[in-house]
């Protein structure tokens, strides 16, 4: 089997902080992961391996013998395993509960994410932008901008329908901060689900009560970003690698 670790990517952007009378704090990066490419890179390495790669298989039960996890039941199969990865996003604490883990109080925040007509101002090359004081989130796309006024709102682990509220808030942070991208005409709405954990950090690691049970959970709405090196991290503390130092921070034995 190939290492699981050997991917290459780019070297992606660099951070500087301004200051004026308006913004207080704002981070430009230069460049962005493509996700979708992304996507279908780390769906390319896995299949030039032994990894096998399947869609639309719901969890039903998690099957543990004696204090460690040995099987996965989904509609249609019983998988036997002797490691289960639970890197199920928004629905990661019912996949813990279905195996009797850890119960760690992860919760689902909806964001909204916005994006303009095209706009013949606007440069493709453009840095990202995310004003960390007003919470506003801007960038190139599709010949506009993809904006998101950074909402945070506890949502169930479901897919998240758009709330009009959240148009309004762009609109006043917009006006508020770039009064001279007050009169934006938005194509398209939609919203996805961060989940974070009380302290904020990543959950990387195997539950210190369940054998056989590993965290990759509470990733923030960082994951695409975050991907390639919490796939390191895991992969090394899975194959009894010296691990990163960051894996104690990460630990879920911290709950």
């Known amino acids: 089997m190939k290492n699981p670790c050997e991917f290459r990517i780019a070297n992606f952007g660099f951070g500087i902080s301004i200051r004026n009378s308006h913004v207080d704090h704002v981070q430009c ?16 390495m896995a299949s030039s391996g032994d990894a096998e790669v399947r869609f639309c298989g719901k969890v039903r039960q998690i099957l543990v013998r004696q204090g460690r996890v040995c099987a996965v039941q989904t509609g249609s199969e019983e998988i036997v395993t002797d490691i289960l990865v639970n890197a199920a996003g928004a629905w990661a604490a019912e996949i813990a509960r279905l195996a009797g883990a850890t119960d760690i109080p992860l919760t689902p925040y909806r964001r909204h994410l916005f994006v303009t007509q095209p706009l013949d101002w ?5 840095p990202l932008v995310w004003d ?29 329908a758009t709330d009009p509220a959240a148009l309004e808030l762009l609109a006043e942070k917009v006006t508020h901060c770039l009064l001279h991208l007050s009169d934006l005409p938005i194509r398209n709405c939609w919203a996805g689900l961060r ?28 994951g695409v970003t975050a ?11 899975i194959l009894q690698q010296p691990a990163l130092s960051a894996g104690r921070e990460f630990s879920p034995a911290r709950f």
Not at 122 to 126: C, K, N, S
Not at 140 to 156: F, M, N, W, Y
């Open 122 to 126: 606007v440069q493709p090359d453009w």
């Open 227 to 237: 991907s390639y090196a919490v796939g390191l991290l895991a992969a090394s503390l």
């Open 29 to 44: 990066w230069k460049s962005f992961i493509f996700s979708r490419a992304q996507y279908k890179g780390y769906l390319r």
């Open 195 to 222: 989940t974070m954990a009380p302290d904020r950090r990543f959950v990387v690691g195997w539950d210190p009560g369940l054998k056989g049970f590993f965290w990759v959970a509470g990733l923030g709405g960082h």
């Open 132 to 160: 960390l004081t007003h919470e506003l989130y801007f960038r190139p796309e599709s010949g506009g901008l993809l904006l998101s006024p950074c909402d945070e709102t506890a949502h169930p682990p479901a897919a998240p």
